[in-house]
């Protein structure tokens, strides 16, 4: 088994910890909400419907073939355990997809979604199984419960030659569902919870569904891709399309080992990637195990807050050591300011400030510098800058569109609105406020998950907390 999407605790996600964020504000922002109600904040006490995205354009490749083929081989020869691979395989034929277990109805639209992308934009001959002989891939709908049992920390994940949960237990420990020994693809089973928010199914749609037609290892150097522990990404990008597209050209197949698909790889890329250039494959340095461990202790839900916050600072330390200035140290600095929310506001402060510059200053990570965004304007907010915070909010609102992610947009638009009331423009931030709640639907699910949001957000306000 391999594949998973980790739940990675409460530092990638949309969520502030805005307790001790200023010293101005010393009540927990749960807290408080726990003591108001949103009639007494003014705030609306009914939902909108939920927004969802539809497909959009997907932005080009900006790196050299070069590159791209170096991240072709490390993400289809190496597992994310570090567990080589002997051989590449993929579906050779048709591919289809059944749906089984109890799901939303927003599911059908959404892997329908996906389906169209990925004809059209990888090129792969793929439909929904309409009875006809074995479904290729059989997505599993099951209770988030039920799933984590078995496979603690893990939000969804894929696992090959099983037609579903029953068989997946029943063989999960043995030779057949061991990557190692996959020669070439013939059927794959997806797990993910239908008891979760809109947002967290379709993002484990996009991720397991594209590792079990391609890749199944993720890398933490790849800033514009879903494959990267970092789960900034979550639905499917031009990078993503274009190594899938590249797995299932005519030039490869199953079976074929690194050095073979490494001597295909120049002219393959030249013809589907024309501006990436004739690029060779470039040796990359891996990422060093001991940074993924503390970034990995960091992210754990299963470590106390002290464990975290420490691995978050040695990972900082290990990024600065091994002369990085990219996504991993800007990554480590998220994690290390997000885990001292409400415990040290001047190091949380430093840190975003130093990872949005990071990924201000590279290309492709205008939504990784958004999630620092979103931190930067709380505070804003929360010493009453509101003019501040509406600017950082619409800096960074395209690149969350465009990446749609609905819990981050949700969360911007709320602060916007919070910051256009300090303006004195009330009816400008119930119009906007309405909007945030349409997508916090989709992003956060539960009518309660929703409200509890709204009121934490309110919590920042100084004219709410007065």
Excluded at 32 to 53: C, D, G, S, Y
Aim: aromatic letters at 6%.
């Amino acid at each position: 088994m391999n594949g998973h999407r980790w739940i990675v605790g409460a530092v990638t996600g949309a969520a502030l910890v805005l307790a001790g964020c200023t010293g101005a504000l010393q009540t927990p922002a749960s807290e408080f909400a726990r003591e108001v109600t949103a009639r007494q904040l003014n705030l609306p006490t009914e939902l909108p419907p939920m927004k969802a995205f539809n497909s959009g354009p997907t932005l080009a490749v900006a790196r050299s073939n070069g590159e791209v083929a170096s991240d072709f081989l490390d993400l289809s020869f190496q597992l994310e355990s570090g567990r080589a691979l002997p051989v590449m395989s993929r579906f050779e034929g048709p591919v289809t997809v059944k749906v089984s277990g109890r799901k939303a109805s927003v599911l059908d639209s959404e892997l329908d979604q996906l389906i169209g992308r990925l004809r059209t934009e990888a090129g792969i001959d793929i439909s929904r199984y309409t009875g006809q002989g074995t479904p290729s891939i059989t997505l599993e709908v099951i209770p988030k419960r039920q799933l984590q049992a078995l496979v603690p920390g893990a939000a969804c994940f894929v696992a090959p030659n099983v037609s579903g949960w029953r068989d997946y237990k029943t063989n999960r420990r043995s030779p057949r569902t061991d990557w190692t020994k996959l020669q070439v693809r013939t059927q794959m089973s997806v797990f993910i919870p239908g008891d979760v928010a809109p947002q967290e199914m379709r993002d484990c749609l996009h991720e397991e569904v594209a590792q079990s037609l391609g890749p199944v290892n993720d890398l933490y150097r790849l800033a514009d891709s879903v494959f990267n522990d970092d789960n900034f990404h979550t639905v499917l990008t031009g990078f993503d399309m274009l190594i899938l597209r590249a797995y299932y050209s005519p030039e490869l197949s199953s079976g074929m080992t690194r050095e073979q698909v490494a001597a295909r790889l120049p002219g393959l890329l030249a013809r589907l990637n024309p501006a990436g250039g004739m690029g060779y494959p470039v040796a990359t340095s891996p990422t060093p195990r001991s940074w993924k461990a503390a970034i990995e202790t960091a992210l754990s839900a299963n470590e106390s807050g002290t464990q975290r916050r420490k691995a978050a600072g040695q990972a900082v330390d290990l990024a600065r050591a091994y002369g990085w200035n990219d996504t991993r140290l800007a990554f480590s600095l998220f994690a290390l300011g997000r885990l001292n929310l409400g415990i040290n506001s001047d190091v949380a402060l430093a840190a975003f400030r130093e990872a949005e510059a990071i990924y201000g200053a590279l290309p492709g990570t205008r939504l990784q510098a958004a999630h620092m965004g979103v931190q930067l304007a709380a505070h804003a907010l929360s010493l009453g800058n509101a003019d501040t915070a509406i600017r950082i909010v619409d800096n960074h609102m395209p690149a969350v569109r465009s990446a749609q992610n609905a819990a981050l947009l949700s969360t911007l638009l709320m602060i916007k609105a919070e910051g256009l009331e300090i303006l004195g423009r009330d009816a400008e931030a119930h119009l906007v406020r309405l909007d945030s709640l349409g997508w916090a639907r989709y992003g956060f699910g539960s009518d309660a998950e929703v409200g509890q949001r709204l009121l934490e957000i309110a919590a920042i306000s100084p004219i709410k907390r007065g």
